[in-house]
């Protein structure tokens, strides 16, 4: 009876404990993965959200950019060693399964919701004003970026404006030309403004106000807007900032890479510091002699 | 018992009943009160089966001896009107000569009068007593002088027929009277107080065929029955492990095919699944490559789910295992298909005793969340009392690849290779002088391939006493690969302990240590040797070997025998399993059960390629490093009733909870461009680019609760009802808990009369159940919104991004399975012949799947709960007994048909190459489609060569939709991995001292896409390819350089896997124990030679180097692709298996 009694303590008490632990011992929270509830606090955080987008810019012009915008092109010939996708590219009778089309359009829209959730979570952080300003501003210029090579390849294209945090109710429909210019032109005025003209040290690569002037002007010239075009981009050339460079080989030197004055924006591969990112296009785009 | 005897004997006293009757009922021995002269009524008191004494109780109120009866005889034998009494009263009645004087004359005349009144009227003098058994029987039994009962013993001694020694724990019993008694250790027993006379004596004991002898027991003395038992239970008397159980085989209500310790043992296997192939009906097991230490896929009815996990639950002594590598391991390694050394392949084959493989819902319901793909039951040897055994064991194999591909050789290559240029308005490359140097060239299949040996050795000591019985075993196993550069050895170590503490407590344990180290294949091999030119030697001028460029593709060669042997593609394993228990009996048939289980898992992943050798040659050496460790560990606490009402009905309820954990940690480091390839992997802190760090700590958990209620009514009628609930941390918020019942009903209908009477069948069972199963086998956060991290390189230095990685869904939720089966068992031919048959269905919905989501979202899927899948099928299961005797021969047979279909995938009706395979052109047949099975393929349709002016022949394909174009929209469904059905057949046969066992298996229907074959069939002029390519053939194009990328996904690749595989032969030896003493071996009781071959014929039309592949077995999505895939190897192996 005695042994019992002990036992029907025990599994009282086994009961008991287990009970109380019940809720920690399911916690699903990840211990080796970040999770947006506990992001997005300090100004260190609000960096890496604006580095990251910056990456996704990177695998935005890897590789299916180029076949649209140079293999497409007149550019380039392919050759019968070229793979067939690569012929069907120059020969343009691509279709919609392409797969540089689906990569330009994923890559872009990857740049833009990383853009949106900066654009809607690092206000709210408390932090150096200044600093807050100018990462905005690059978050502005790179969701800008986005949308202008969407429109230039698809036209209407669908606007997204926040960070996508659900799938239910998600606006897939294209939203017509003239609203996405807007947006883009938008972004780039405030990105202009929040930029500073130039970095220095570990910074250099970042967008700057010139990069954004010149992203608008651009924007304005396709959109045959002439005036402010050739206002935006006068004020560029005004701002002697920016030089040519005495010799034009020099664009392509590593060692003069990001660093010359001829460079307005530039997006960096570096094989060694970042494994795997070597830009390819050393092996396809080298000048010849 | 006693209590009770003494109230009804002084109810009966106070009452004074009519009739004479005996008075109190007391312990015959110790002597009796008589109330008068006239015969008493006694019965065996039921149960007692304890040697000390009887107990006797009062039987005159009986139902058999109130009968009232109508007689009438004048001076008839007393024989005469006991044998009218019987039959009159539907008594049978058993009196000897000695007891009762037959011819004495009787004289009575009553109506309806008691059965019991006039047998003591017949027998008033007689000095006889009436002992009533359990089976309704009466006999008549002489009263000693002293009024005491007379009766007889029976003794005798219980052995094995093998070992010859006593067996212990057995259980005597003498039939129709309830009398029984337990052998002791050395195997002799008593049983007293047996009425005199003719009866039968029954010995049996779990694990033993039971044995039944006539014995006539004479009062007052000894009768000695010995038995010799022989251990092997038939299949009824079979005892089944079920989970968190075990079960008698008559009495199961749900679908449990069993595989035996001797099938394992009949061919050498390195891993469990791989015996389970052709073993048990419903259970597809394909073997993913030859690879040592490579897994198996298998499926349980078929497959289940899409993104979801499709592997059976692994349960080993009750320990639920880790067998996803996803987690357990980092995933450094350099392969295509394979994550890592098949976790299983850490158990010695050697060590299990048994494995039964739960199919249906009534028997995977109580796994709950994890029984939706069934259910792998592993049990492991343990020690028996009374027998101390030591068992050796050793084998030597040698494994050879079954075929090679016929390639061709220098000489036909370079003429292909001057033909695609040409053909392409290019110069050719050799000169006809050169061609006719170059004769045959380099053999690469030849210069990868190998004889290779495997060599297993294992020890086992297992015994005990009453007490405690315990198994030691240890193993090594040596498996060099067909391939070069490519290896697995494992040396493991169990110990197994039971331990009887008290007669209410039990405690124990299970323990298996091992360590496993295996040399992958790096992935690009064979498809390198394949394609290669046999232009290139495999060493250069100086010995090294040859990794310069390769004129033909303009980049370095990438030399298979270089990367088979200069690569380091390593895994060591080291994995711990064990469990602690103690059972507790709070009351009689009411146990405790508390375990504690730990599954430990090391693994260590090296991968290192040296400046010499692609891919190291690129980046000058480039290496990692990966080690991860996983401890799950889960306690498990249960409450088990059973419970007898008289010989009607039984209940057997059980009802516990269990709660599991598991960890991982692992950390990974890559580094490339190194100064020397010296340090090899170990010298991954000198790189001078380090690549990254990766430290994944994924854990999960679960706790559950789970009954269940097993009633049996008048054991011809068996109810089965079990409910699990399960609460795990991977669902979402709002859906932890689920339910998962079923229910299943079983109808032994050989036990009813009217099937008895029909004599056909030894028994008849039919059962249907019916229930809900779950997968919870999905990541471990993907209900969980999640950021990742990004690199990107500003003004000379590293800046880590943080950024959405995926998206939440607090929705969801398990994968649910709903499971219907019918089915039957049967006997017959006086159980020469067993049959069991299924028929089952069942639904999967709430599938997990990575629904696509629209990319303007920034994300590419969300794993979602929608679609659905169905499978249906039938199951055949044959065994036969076809000869006794000296020669022996039996046969088991069974064959599974499955039916895969999907039902719903939600928005879309087909969803285009969920699993990228191959590479090159071939990267999408994979497919979705609703109406079709999972594992489609998806592509052209190939319609014939057209020639173009020049002569040059192109694939042309369909133009399905008759648009005029043959564009993407002109793919179709081009076969699909699944087989129509498969099987097994197996026969054994024995004649003296020999054995002959021969197991053919079989898969027909499935289809292979052989990515291998369009790469070497495309005719670019680069590459290395089938002779067909000089011949010609169906879809063969021309060469011509560039071809290789024309190369699309069609039919043309989609071939018939269905084979015929003798996958065992076995031909054994047992030495007599003769001559064993006679080479003074005496302390040997046996030693087993044997002989036998794997894969020893192959019947197939599949072109590639073995049916029996999928190189992707860790998904369900991309079973049945043939791309490089290491191949299948056939072995002669010599053995011998020894006894102490």
Not at chain 2, 385 to 398: C, D, H, I, L
Not at chain 2, 991 to 1018: D, M, P
């Amino acid at each position: 009876m005695q042994r019992t009694k002990l036992l029907s303590m025990l599994g009282g008490l086994t009961v008991l404990a287990l009970a109380a632990s019940c809720d920690s011992f399911l916690d699903p929270s990840p211990s080796d993965v970040l999770a947006p509830e506990t992001f997005y606090k300090t100004s260190s955080d609000a960096l890496a959200a604006v580095n990251g987008v910056y990456e996704q810019v990177k695998w935005s012009y890897w590789l299916g950019f180029w076949y649209v915008s140079d293999v497409a092109t007149d550019d380039i010939l392919a050759s019968a060693k070229f793979g067939s996708d690569g012929h069907r590219m120059s020969d343009y009778i691509f279709d919609a399964t392409e797969w540089p089309i689906g990569d330009i359009w994923g890559n872009a829209y990857r740049t833009i919701n990383r853009a949106n959730a900066v654009l809607d979570r690092v206000p709210a952080i408390t932090m150096d004003p200044a600093l807050r300003t100018r990462l905005l501003g690059e978050a502005h210029f790179l969701r800008a970026l986005a949308y202008f090579n969407l429109v230039r390849c698809f036209g209407d294209v669908p606007l997204l404006e926040h960070e996508v945090t659900s799938v239910k109710g998600l606006a897939v429909s294209r939203t017509p030309l003239a609203q996405v210019y807007a947006l883009i032109v938008s972004d780039l005025q405030e990105a202009a403004t929040a930029l500073p003209p130039a970095y220095s040290g570990s910074d250099v690569g970042r967008a700057t106000s010139g990069a954004a002037q010149a992203l608008l002007a651009k924007a304005y010239l396709t959109e045959q807007d002439w005036l402010k075009a050739a206002q935006t981009a006068g004020a560029i050339i005004t701002s002697g900032h920016y030089v040519l460079l005495a010799n034009w080989k020099d664009n392509f030197r590593i060692a003069l890479k990001l660093a010359n004055s001829e460079s307005i924006f530039e997006i960096n591969y570096d094989g060694i510091l970042d494994p795997g990112a070597g830009s390819i296009h050393t092996l396809f785009s080298l000048p010849m002699g | 018992m006693r209590v009770a005897a003494i109230v009804l004997a002084a109810a009966l006293a106070a009452a004074g009943v009519g009739t004479a009757r005996a008075a109190a009922a007391q312990n015959a021995p110790r002597g009796v009160e008589l109330a008068a002269a006239g015969p008493r009524f006694l019965a065996a008191a039921a149960g007692a089966a304890v040697d000390a004494g009887v107990q006797w109780s009062d039987a005159s109120d009986a139902a058999v001896f109130r009968r009232p009866i109508t007689v009438d005889w004048r001076g008839v034998p007393l024989g005469e009107a006991l044998s009218e009494i019987a039959r009159k009263a539907g008594l049978r009645l058993t009196y000897s000569a000695a007891v009762v004087p037959l011819q004495a004359p009787v004289t009575l005349s009553a109506s309806h009068l008691t059965v019991g009144a006039v047998l003591s009227a017949v027998l008033y003098d007689a000095g006889v007593d009436i002992l009533l058994t359990s089976s309704g029987r009466a006999a008549l039994v002489k009263r000693g002088a002293l009024g005491e009962l007379q009766v007889g013993r029976v003794v005798g001694r219980v052995t094995d027929s093998v070992s010859r020694q006593g067996i212990a724990v057995a259980t005597v019993t003498v039939e129709g009277t309830g009398l029984s008694a337990r052998s002791a250790d050395d195997g002799t027993y008593r049983i007293a107080n047996v009425p005199p006379g003719p009866h039968t004596v029954r010995a049996a004991r779990i694990g033993y065929m039971p044995m039944s002898k006539p014995v006539t027991v004479v009062a007052d003395q000894d009768s000695t029955v010995d038995f010799t038992l022989t251990a092997q239970a038939t299949e009824l008397e079979q005892v089944v492990a079920i989970g968190y159980g075990t079960a008698a085989r008559r009495e199961l209500t749900g679908a449990v095919s069993s595989v035996s310790a001797d099938q394992i043992a009949a061919a050498p296997v390195t891993s469990l699944e791989q015996s389970l192939l052709g073993r048990a009906s419903g259970v597809q097991v394909v073997t993913s490559s030859g690879q040592p230490g490579a897994g198996a896929m298998v499926r349980i009815r078929g497959g289940n789910s899409i993104s979801a996990g499709n592997d059976p639950l692994y349960v080993i002594d009750g320990v639920p295992i880790t067998t996803n590598l996803n987690d357990a391991t980092t995933g450094t390694l350099f392969t295509e298909g394979m994550r890592g050394l098949n976790p299983l392949a850490a158990l010695n084959p050697e060590d299990i005793e048994s494995i039964e493989i739960l199919k249906d819902a009534s028997a995977g319901a109580i796994y709950g969340a994890r029984g939706a793909n069934g259910v792998v039951l592993i049990t492991t040897k343990r020690g028996r009392s009374g027998q101390n055994t030591v068992s050796f064991g050793s084998y030597y194999a040698r494994q050879e690849v079954r075929r090679e591909l016929p390639l061709m050789d220098a000489t036909q290559f370079a003429q292909m290779v001057n033909a695609a240029n040409t053909n392409a308005s290019q110069p050719p490359l050799y000169a006809d002088t050169d061609i006719a140097r170059l004769g045959r060239g380099t053999d690469w299949q030849h210069a990868i391939f190998r004889t290779a040996p495997l060599r297993g050795y294992d020890v086992s000591v297992s015994g005990g006493d009453q007490n405690t019985t315990y198994f030691v075993s240890g193993s090594l196993l040596q498996n060099d690969g067909v391939i070069i550069g490519s290896d697995m050895s494992r040396g493991s170590f169990r110990f197994n302990l039971d331990r009887t503490v008290s007669r209410k407590l039990r405690i124990g344990n299970r323990l298996t240590f091992s360590r496993s180290q295996g040399q992958v294949l790096p992935s690009p091999v064979v498809l390198n040797a394949l394609t290669a030119p046999p232009t290139l030697s495999v060493t250069g001028a100086g010995g090294e070997y040859f990794t310069g460029i390769n004129l033909l593709t303009g980049r370095s060669f990438e030399n298979p025998v270089a990367s088979a042997l200069r690569i380091t593609n390593q895994e060591r394993q080291n994995r711990l399993i064990g469990d602690v228990f103690g059972e507790y009996d709070l009351l009689e048939g009411l146990t405790l059960r508390s375990t504690l289980d730990l599954d430990f898992l090391n693994s260590v992943q090296d991968y290192y390629a040296p400046s010499t050798v692609l891919p190291g040659l690129t980046t000058n050496g480039q290496g990692s490093r990966g080690q991860a460790q996983t401890v799950s560990w889960t306690f498990e606490n249960t409450i088990h009733y059973t419970r007898r009402f008289g010989t009607l009905h039984s209940l057997d309820l059980l009802a516990g909870t269990t709660l599991e954990r598991i960890n991982t940690e692992g950390i990974s480091g890559t580094a490339q461009d190194f100064l020397t390839d010296g340090l090899g992997v170990n010298g991954l802190y000198a790189g001078k680019t380090f690549v990254g760090v990766w430290t994944p700590a994924p854990h999960s958990s679960l706790a559950s609760s789970f009954a269940r209620a097993n009633w049996g009514l008048a054991a011809k009628y068996l109810f089965t009802l079990t409910g699990r609930v399960d609460v795990s941390s991977r669902f979402g918020r709002d859906h932890r808990y689920g339910l998962f019942p079923s229910g299943a009903f079983a109808w032994r209908a050989s036990d009813e009369g009217f099937v008895r009477r029909l004599g056909w069948f030894d028994d008849l069972k039919l059962r249907a159940s019916y229930g809900r199963t779950g997968n919870q086998d999905i990541g471990n956060y993907k209900s969980l919104a999640t950021l990742g991290s990004t690199v990107y390189v500003f003004g000379g230095s590293r800046a880590i991004g943080f950024v959405p990685a995926s998206l939440a869904n607090s929705d969801l939720k398990w994968e649910t399975t709903d499971q219907f089966d019918v089915g039957v068992d049967a006997s017959v031919l006086r159980n020469r012949v067993s049959v069991t048959a299924d028929y089952y269905n069942k639904k999967t919905h709430d599938l997990l799947l990575d629904a696509r989501v629209p990319s303007s979202s920034g994300f590419g899927s969300q794993l979602q709960n929608i679609g659905s899948v169905r499978n249906r099928g039938f199951e055949l299961s044959i065994n036969t007994v076809n000869l006794t005797g000296a020669v022996g021969w039996e046969t088991s047979l069974n064959l599974a048909w499955n039916r895969n279909r999907v039902l719903n995938l939600g928005a879309d009706s087909i969803i285009i190459d969920p699993y990228g395979v191959g590479g090159g052109a071939h990267q999408s047949p994979t497919v979705l489609k609703v109406g079709e099975p999972i594992n489609s393929f998806y592509g052209w349709v190939y319609d014939s060569l057209a020639y173009d002016t020049l002569g040059i022949g192109r694939p042309v394909y369909r133009d399905l939709d008759g648009d005029g174009k043959v564009t993407a929209s002109d793919r179709t469904i081009i076969g699909n991995a699944q087989p129509t059905y498969t099987g097994g057949l197996s026969n054994r046969f024995t004649f003296r001292n020999f054995e002959l066992s021969i197991l053919l298996q079989w898969s027909v229907g499935n289809k292979i896409y052989n990515i291998t074959r369009s790469l070497l069939t495309a005719a670019g002029g680069t590459a290395n390819q089938l002779v067909d390519v000089a011949t010609g053939g169906r879809g063969i194009p021309t060469p011509k350089i560039g071809n290789t990328f024309e190369s699309r996904e069609s039919d043309l690749f989609v071939e018939d896997g269905s084979y015929l595989r003798g996958k065992n032969i076995r031909v054994a030896y047992s030495l007599p124990a003769t001559w064993l003493q006679a080479v003074h071996l005496q302390g040997m009781s046996r030693l087993q030679l044997y002989v036998s071959a794997q894969n020893f014929f192959t019947v197939t039309n599949y072109t590639g180097y073995d049916p029996e592949i999928s190189e992707y077995a860790s998904t369900n999505l991309a079973q049945g692709f043939d791309y490089g895939t290491y191949p299948q190897v056939r072995q002669i192996t010599f053995g011998f298996s020894a006894g102490f």
